[in-house]
């Protein structure tokens, strides 16, 4: 059996499988996604891994509305998601001097946040495409996580897509300076997710993670800002 990446159980029994789009199999050689359900700490997670080129030179390709040639409504989304992170930020009085975006895609929540709080931004994007698009719109955006502080960390849909989800946070949790914004979606195995959260198994891997959560809002997404310690 697999270890279960939050609680390194490996007491799990088979869970959902779900087919792959022919797109994506045509790029991983995958048939289908099988999900293993932990008996002790609850986490969904994939049985099978991707190649580790995936993110950078497959994954916008694989997806019908956000692919790699920028579009209008790749374009949108983002913007409204910027909308929504910033009330959750009223609603904390929380006005940040910088913002590091991680999984930054086309720049428009750091552009957003630019433009209201007058901060300092950086993206980290895998997609080179993407990553291109957004350094060419003046939105500085590397491949990888890079050293500094950051008053505001935000990984929007970026988590469910980590096969070592805590390696992951330590490495973000050393960047952030008050605040890490998280969005997931609420079990759905989409779009070649290593992971599908409820928002119980969120809490627990944050909390793991050395994070106390400040707010939670759960719907077909789950979102949490929480600070280190």
């Known amino acids: 059996m697999l270890i279960c990446p939050l609680c390194n159980s490996t ?11 022919l797109v ?13 359900v932990c008996n002790k700490c609850g986490l969904n997670f994939r049985e099978d891994r991707l190649p580790s080129d995936y993110y950078r030179a497959s ?4 997806l ?3 692919c790699e040639s920028v579009r209008e409504g790749n374009l949108y989304n ?5 909308i929504e992170i910033d009330k959750l930020l009223v609603l904390w009085e929380v006005v940040p001097a910088s913002v590091l975006d991680v999984g930054s895609s086309t720049g428009e929540l750091l552009r957003y946040m630019q433009q209201k709080y007058g901060c300092e931004v950086q993206g980290v994007e895998p997609s080179d495409a993407f990553r291109a698009y957004a350094n060419e719109h003046d939105i500085k955006t590397v491949a990888k996580i890079e050293d500094g502080s950051w008053d505001l960390v ?11 989800p805590l390696e ?24 070649s997710h290593a992971l599908m959260f409820t928002f119980e198994t969120l809490e627990r891997m944050l909390i793991k993670a050395g994070f106390r959560v400040l707010f939670k809002a759960v719907d077909q997404r789950v979102r949490v800002l929480c600070a280190p310690g």
């Open 11 to 21: 007491d799990n029994r088979r869970g959902l499988e779900t087919q792959t789009r």
């Open 24 to 36: 994506e199999m045509q790029n991983t050689g995958i048939e289908s996604y099988v999900y293993l």
């Open 59 to 62: 994954y916008r390709k694989n």
């Open 64 to 66: 019908p509305t956000n």
């Open 78 to 82: 983002e913007q409204r998601r910027a």
């Open 154 to 164: 935000t990984c929007a849909h970026v988590l469910e897509h980590q096969e070592q």
């Open 168 to 191: 992951f946070l330590a490495e973000v949790k050393q960047r952030i300076g008050r605040f890490l914004f998280i969005e997931v979606p609420f079990l759905i195995p989409n779009y």
